[in-house]
C-alpha cells in the first residue's frame, strides 16, 4: 500500500474550468474552457458509467472526511465526487484522488466523466435545434459526433 | 456539394474539437457556436493567418496529476 502524504483530507482536489482546449474552426481557433452546467447530461454521463448520483448529499473522503455537495456521484470505491453549484451556476467536482480509485471509475482528472458529460450536452442541444446526430466511438477511444441536419 | 456537418470530437480527456464542414466565413462560426456556449465558456478568440488553416494542434493544459 504506498502511503498517504499530508493530513487526513489534503488529498481532497477540485476541478472547475481546469481544461482548455483549443477549438479548429475554418481559419478560427476559439478556446473553450469545459463547464458542467447542466446537471441532466451530467445525470445522463454518470448513467452510462452505471453510477448514481445523489441530490444534497455527502461525498465520502479519506478516513472519516465528508464533504457535502449539491449533487453527489457515488462510486463503487471508498470514495466519491461532491458536485457543488457556483456562483455562475458552474459546477464544480471535489473528489479525492488517492490510490487511483476515483481514476479508475471516471479517468484522469475526470476526464471520461467530461468526454460523456459533453457528448450528451451536445447531442441534446442538436435534437432540440432539430439537428440530426450520430455517435462514434473511434479505436483511440475518442467519441465522434456528426451533426447535421435531419 | 451541399454536406454540412459539425464534427465534434472528445478524447477520453475530456477534450474538444469542433470543425464545421462545407460552412463559409461567417456560416461556420454560426454552426458551431451552439456548441461553444453549451459545453465551455470561450476564453479567448483570435484569427489565424489563412496559411494556418489547415495545421493540426491542440493545446493541452494538464492541471493536477
Known amino acids: 500500500m504506498p502511503s498517504r502524504l499530508g493530513l487526513p ?6 476541478f472547475n ?18 463547464q458542467i452546467r447542466d446537471i441532466v447530461a451530467l445525470r445522463a454521463a454518470c448513467a452510462e458509467l452505471n453510477l448514481t448520483v445523489l441530490e444534497n448529499a455527502e461525498a465520502r473522503g479519506y478516513g472519516t472526511n465528508r464533504h457535502r455537495g449539491d449533487y453527489v456521484i457515488r462510486l463503487n470505491g471508498p470514495y466519491d465526487i461532491a ?15 488517492w490510490d487511483g480509485h476515483v481514476e479508475r471509475q471516471v479517468g484522469r482528472n475526470f476526464g471520461r466523466l ?14 432540440k435545434r432539430g439537428l440530426s446526430v450520430q455517435r462514434k466511438l473511434l479505436q483511440n477511444g475518442n467519441i465522434k459526433l456528426n451533426i447535421g441536419r435531419i | 456539394m451541399n454536406t454540412r456537418t459539425v464534427e465534434l470530437t472528445i478524447t477520453p480527456e475530456g477534450e474538444l474539437d ?11 462560426e ?15 478568440r483570435h484569427r489565424k493567418p489563412e496559411r494556418f488553416r489547415r495545421a493540426q494542434s491542440r493545446q493541452h493544459q494538464g492541471v493536477g496529476g
Request: proline share 0%.
Open chain 1, 114 to 127: 467530461l468526454q460523456l458529460y459533453a457528448v450528451h450536452k451536445a447531442t441534446h442541444e442538436a435534437r
Open chain 1, 9 to 14: 483530507g489534503s488529498g481532497w482536489l477540485a
Open chain 1, 17 to 34: 474550468r481546469q481544461r482548455s482546449t483549443i477549438i479548429k474552426k475554418m481559419s478560427h481557433w476559439t478556446t473553450i474552457q469545459t
Open chain 1, 83 to 97: 458536485v457543488t453549484r457556483q456562483a455562475d451556476s458552474s459546477f464544480t467536482l471535489l473528489t479525492d484522488w
Open chain 2, 30 to 44: 454560426q454552426a458551431t457556436a451552439f456548441l461553444e456556449e453549451a459545453l465551455g465558456q470561450v476564453a479567448g
Open chain 2, 18 to 28: 469542433i470543425q464545421a464542414v462545407g460552412f463559409h466565413g461567417a456560416d461556420c
